[in-house]
């Protein structure tokens, strides 16, 4: 979700206000792609990379992120959308890692499209955890599925489609092992106005694509 900060300099306002107006792209997003049947939505909405910003700045996404659980859960609940989170949350500021809980917790019984939050998440942070995690158990050889079961997604199904927003064209450290056989989107619309036709628009092209995951044309079409 890219281009918020670029967003408030268009209209002439501070950074924060791209944020605060990202909300509705989301709201949005998730909402079409609940009503298409989609069952697996994750949402990269803070970096390990995004520390490093101006101190109100951050400050200002992590009571953003508070504020929005709290106003959105009845939303989630009413539309049965499970809530997650991915990454290292213990490095969230507290009141956002009780506020997590809180709603995943309220939403875990909800059997509709399960809405992933990436927060304080990294690519290259996922797969050294899962290596250390792997080193705590004894293993002196690793398979690739010892990876995918050790991964912060390990029980969500890897990625078919990444769209990435404001003309931006590279995946910044997310979901690196993840995205191996993920079909890429590229839109030079700004998060905050990235509406269901973008989010439309993005699935019609990935439906007009081969998957052939290493294979022949004909060998897919078999």
Do not use: C
């Not at 792609?33 to 101190?55: I, M, Q």
């Amino acid at each position: 979700m890219d281009g918020n900060g670029r967003w408030a300099q268009r209209q002439g306002v501070k950074r924060i206000f791209g944020h605060q107006n990202a909300i509705e792209a989301v709201r949005d997003a998730t909402e079409g792609a609940a009503e298409l049947g989609v069952k697996h939505l994750t949402l990269y909405a803070f970096s390990t990379e995004n520390w490093d910003r101006p101190k109100y700045e951050v400050d200002g996404l992590m009571t953003l992120l508070v504020n929005t659980i709290k106003d959105e859960l009845h939303t989630l609940q009413k539309n049965k959308i499970k809530l997650l989170a991915i990454g290292d949350i213990s490095g969230l500021p507290v009141n956002a890692q009780k506020k997590l809980k809180e709603a995943s917790d309220l939403t875990n019984e909800n059997d509709g499209m399960e809405l992933i939050l990436a927060l304080n998440y990294s690519g290259k942070w996922d797969i050294v955890n899962a290596v250390n995690k792997l080193i705590e158990q004894g293993k002196s050889i690793v398979e690739s599925t010892d990876i995918d079961h050790n991964l912060s997604t390990a029980n969500i199904p890897d990625p078919d489609l990444l769209i990435r927003t404001s003309g931006e064209m590279r995946i910044s450290n997310f979901l690196l092992w993840q995205l191996a056989y993920t079909e890429l989107h590229f839109t030079d619309v700004l998060w905050p106005d990235f509406r269901k036709k973008d989010l439309y628009e993005a699935i019609v092209s990935y439906q007009r694509r081969e998957r052939r995951f290493g294979k022949t044309s004909d060998q897919v079409k078999a």
